[in-house]
Nanobody, 111 residues
Framework: VQLVESGGGLVQPGGSLRLSCVTS????????MYWYRQAPGKERKFIAH????????DYVDSVKGRFTISRDNAKNTVSLQMNNLKVEDTAVYYC?????WGKGTLVTVSA
C-alpha cells in the first residue's frame, strides 16, 4: 500500500496550492479518504473528508470555504485545493485511508 502526497511548498499569505495524493495497493474507490495536517509542535489533526463516491465532504471549521477536497477514482487520487492560505495553515499535510498514511508534504505559508 502506498499513499504519496505532493504539491506542498512555500506560498505567501492569500496564495493557493493544490495537494495531490496518489495511491496504490488497495481498492481506492472503496475507501473514504481524509486529509490531516500537523503543525510544528502540535498534534496531527483532521481537516477534510470525502466519501467513496465524492458526493459527501466534510471540513474542519478553520478551512471551510477555503479548502476543497476532491477525488478521482479512475486515477486513485485524492486532492486538496487550498485557497486564501494563512500563516496558520503551515503544516505537514497527510492523506489517510483506513489504516494507511502517506509520508506527508510540507506547506509553508509565509511572507
Amino acid at each position: 500500500v502506498q499513499l504519496v502526497e505532493s504539491g506542498g511548498g512555500l506560498v505567501q499569505p492569500g496564495g493557493s496550492l493544490r495537494l495531490s495524493c496518489v495511491t496504490s495497493g488497495f481498492t481506492f474507490s472503496a475507501y473514504d479518504m481524509y486529509w490531516y495536517r500537523q503543525a510544528p509542535g502540535k498534534e496531527r489533526k483532521f481537516i477534510a473528508h470525502i466519501n467513496t463516491s465524492g458526493t459527501i465532504t466534510d471540513y474542519v471549521d478553520s478551512v471551510k470555504g477555503r479548502f476543497t477536497i476532491s477525488r478521482d477514482n479512475a486515477k486513485n487520487t485524492v486532492s486538496l485545493q487550498m485557497n486564501n492560505l494563512k500563516v496558520e495553515d503551515t503544516a505537514v499535510y497527510y492523506c489517510h485511508a483506513a489504516n494507511f498514511w502517506g509520508k506527508g508534504t510540507l506547506v509553508t505559508v509565509s511572507a
